[in-house]
C-alpha cells in the first residue's frame, strides 16, 4: 500500500479537515502536505475547498462506501459535477465494490462514471489480482508508443497477469453474470439484514444496520451514521461481544464488514438466523 493510501485511512486522532493524518509511522512530511481531506458526503465542505484549492488539486479519490457508509443521494453525481468543473481526474476506489455491488460495480447502481477506477477482489476469484480501468485518453500514458517518454507513466506487479488468478477471476465473472446471481445476492442480504435488525431490537440494543445488501455491517449506535466520524461513535466494545458470541454460535462474522455470499443455502440462512438470534438476547447492554 502507497504512502498516499496510508493517509487519513483510518485515522484515530481525528484533526480538522483538510488536514491529512499518516496512518503509519516513515511516511514523509512531504506527503502530508500533498493531500487534501474531504468529509464523506459533506459536499458543502468539498465545493467550498475546491472553490479555493480546485486549481491546485490533480485527483479526487473516493471510496463509493466508506467503509460500509453509503453516499448520501447525489453526492458521487456532484462529486462528478465538481471534477468536471475544475479538469480534476475523478478516482473511484472499486476493489470492494467492483462486481459486488452489481456487474458493473457502484458506477452502474449510482450511475456515475470515474475518469479512473481501481479493482480487485472479485476479479480474482480469490487469488491475488488487482486491476486499474480509465478512459482511453488517461490509459494511454501506460502506451510509451503513444504518449512518448515524457507522458509515459510506468506500471507494474509482480502477480500481473497471473494465469491462475486470471482464469479464477474470469470463471467468477462468468458465474456472476448469470440470470439473477446479483438478485440472489442481493436477497441473501437483505435478508441478513433484516434478521440482525429484527433481533437486535427485540432484545433492546440501540443500533444501525449500515450498508448496502451486497455489504453492511452492524453499528451500535442511536445516533445515525453518515461518515468514518460518526461510524466511530458506535460502540465498538460491544460490537466485538457481538461477534464473539456469533463465532461461538458457528457463523464467523469479520470485525468490520459483512460480506453476503452467492454460495448461500436457505440452511446456511436458517443457521444464521439461530445464531443470530440467540446473540442478540446474551449479549449484554
Known sequence: MSAEA???LAPTKLTNFPVAVADSAGIPQSVRDEMLIAPFNDIDFIRSLLAEQGDQIAGLIVERLQRVVPPAPGFLQELRTECDKYGIVLIFDEIVTGFRFAYGGAQELYGVTPDVCTLGKIIGGGFALA??????????HFDKDRVGAEGFLMQLGTLSG???AAVAGLKTMEILRRPGAFDKIRANGQAIMDMLSQELTQAGHAHQIVGDPTLFDVVFSESPVTDYRSWLKGDAEKNARFNDLLR????FKAPGKLYPSLALTDADLNQTA??????AR????
Open 274 to 279: 439461530g445464531a443470530i438470534a440467540e446473540a
Open 6 to 8: 496510508q493517509m487519513s
Open 131 to 140: 486491476a486499474i480501468a480509465g478512459s482511453a485518453e488517461i490509459m494511454a
Open 282 to 285: 446474551l449479549l449484554d447492554g
Open 248 to 251: 461461538q454460535r458457528g457463523l
Open 162 to 164: 497471473n494465469p491462475v
